[in-house]
């Protein structure tokens, strides 16, 4: 059984491609789970509709119901920047002395250098709710606070 921090962690990252898809944002300003909680910060130039965030959460699980595989994929740094760019990187750097990354990568939603442990398909998150959103204007920065089940599947 996955434990419910991995699964929370893997929605982070089924967001963010939801976030990428409907608001445009690409850069991560910020990531925290805990539990069956988490919140992704990412930059964004305006606040987004309430009709917009409603499509975000639909996007989301949408790509969570449709079970997509979850790759772990370990590989050099420079490989890593052939392959997918600065899509790879969030606002936060990596250090150059690290050489060989860790990539999470949800084909055609989202990649990420990622060292934490996730799913192996979206379908085992559950399903995804933004419980609460912040704007801030003046650091351009969106927060959304989400929540997944406890339990997925009777588990």
Same mark, same amino acid.
């Given at each position: 059984?996955? @434990?419910?921090? *991995? ?9 963010? $491609?939801?976030?990428?898809? =409907? ?7 910020? *990531?925290? *789970? ?7 910060? =990412? ?5 987004? @509709? ?19 595989? *979850? ?14 760019g600065d899509a790879i990187y969030d606002l936060f750097p990596l250090p150059a002395s690290i050489t060989t990354l ?8 989202? =990649? ?6 996730? #799913? $192996? #398909?979206?379908?085992?998150? $559950? @399903?995804?709710r933004i419980v609460k959103t912040r704007y801030r204007p003046s650091k351009k920065l969106l927060e959304l606070s ?5 339990? =997925? $599947?009777?588990?």
């Amino acid at each position: 059984m996955t @434990s419910v921090e *991995v699964r929370a962690h893997t929605a982070l990252h089924v967001l963010k $491609g939801a976030v990428s898809k =409907v608001l445009g944002a690409k850069w991560t300003a910020g *990531v925290w *789970v805990r539990e069956n909680r988490g919140r992704l910060t =990412v930059q964004l130039e305006r606040k987004p @509709s309430p009709e917009e965030l409603a499509k975000v959460e639909e996007e989301a699980n949408r790509k969570i119901e449709e079970n997509a595989p *979850v790759e772990e994929l370990e590989m050099s740094r420079a490989e890593a920047e052939d392959r997918w760019g600065d899509a790879i990187y969030d606002l936060f750097p990596l250090p150059a002395s690290i050489t060989t990354l860790k990539i999470l990568h949800i084909p055609g939603w989202n =990649v990420n250098a990622c060292k934490a442990a996730h #799913t $192996g #398909t979206t379908g085992e998150i $559950g @399903s995804l709710r933004i419980v609460k959103t912040r704007y801030r204007p003046s650091k351009k920065l969106l927060e959304l606070s989400f929540e997944i089940p406890q339990n =997925v $599947g009777g588990a």
